[in-house]
T-cell receptor, first 113, second 112 residues
């Protein structure tokens, strides 16, 4: 099992450009999450999904969109990148609503200039 | 929503000494409290967790305690080793959506 994988690992964008981050998991997990990590602020939830075809907003959803067309994939989109979106992005998944351990991917470091 | 505060933000200890990290949470309905360790360039990894019906849990050199009345929980690492150097995050789980709210993290440095 590869667990949770994220693509790409690094990316540099110019302000106003768009991009999509891909998260994939091979554990047949129902729930998936996108977080951003900024210095001193821990991980903050951007959006999450409780199953294929569903999405919901987290703590900091503005400027991001997500899609869960396939159970194993969770995509995070930035339509018009801003310097404030410079961060490290982590994806996580969990078996279902009754499970406990979230499994994290290795992260994507995004810089917006 | 839930709010989790974590202290200290940095902690430097001598190898062999103990390290303690403390967290407080705001939502009394939270029922699960994991601790994650993050090494440089990697994603967080669960090291220990505790559920709200338990006051203490131990796994070799690490232990977690929970005080539901005071709404705080702590991570204890004994006999620290250089490989314990990392960033540690506490979190509290909201039942709806099985969401975690994280503390701000503690950077632990174990000096040989």
């Amino acid at each position: 099992n590869a667990g949770v994988t994220q693509t790409p690992k690094f990316r540099v964008l110019k302000t106003g450009q768009s991009m999509t981050l891909l998260c994939a998991q091979d554990m047949n997990h129902e729930y998936m999450y996108w977080y951003r990590q900024d210095p001193g602020m821990g991980l903050r939830l951007i959006h999450y999904s409780v199953g294929e075809g569903t999405t919901a907003k987290g703590e900091v959803p503005d400027g991001y969109n997500v899609s869960r067309l396939k159970k194993q994939n969770f995509l995070l989109g930035l339509e018009s990148a801003a310097p404030s979106q410079t961060s490290v992005y982590f994806c996580a998944s969990i078996q279902d609503g009754n499970s406990y351990e979230q499994y994290f991917g290795p992260g994507t470091r995004l810089t917006v200039t | 929503g839930e709010n989790v505060e974590q202290h200290p933000s940095t902690l430097s200890v001598q190898e062999g000494d103990s390290a303690v990290i403390k967290c407080t949470y705001s939502d009394s309905a939270s029922n699960y409290f994991p601790w994650y360790k993050q090494e440089l360039g990697k994603g967080p990894q669960l090291i220990i967790d505790i559920r709200s019906n338990v006051g203490e849990k131990k796994d070799q050199r690490i232990a977690v305690t929970l005080n539901k009345t005071a709404k705080h929980f702590s991570l204890h690492i004994t006999e620290t080793q250089p490989e314990d150097s990392a960033v540690y995050f506490c979190a509290a789980r909201e039942a709806a959506g099985n969401k975690l709210t994280f503390g701000g993290g503690t950077r632990v440095l174990v000096k040989p």
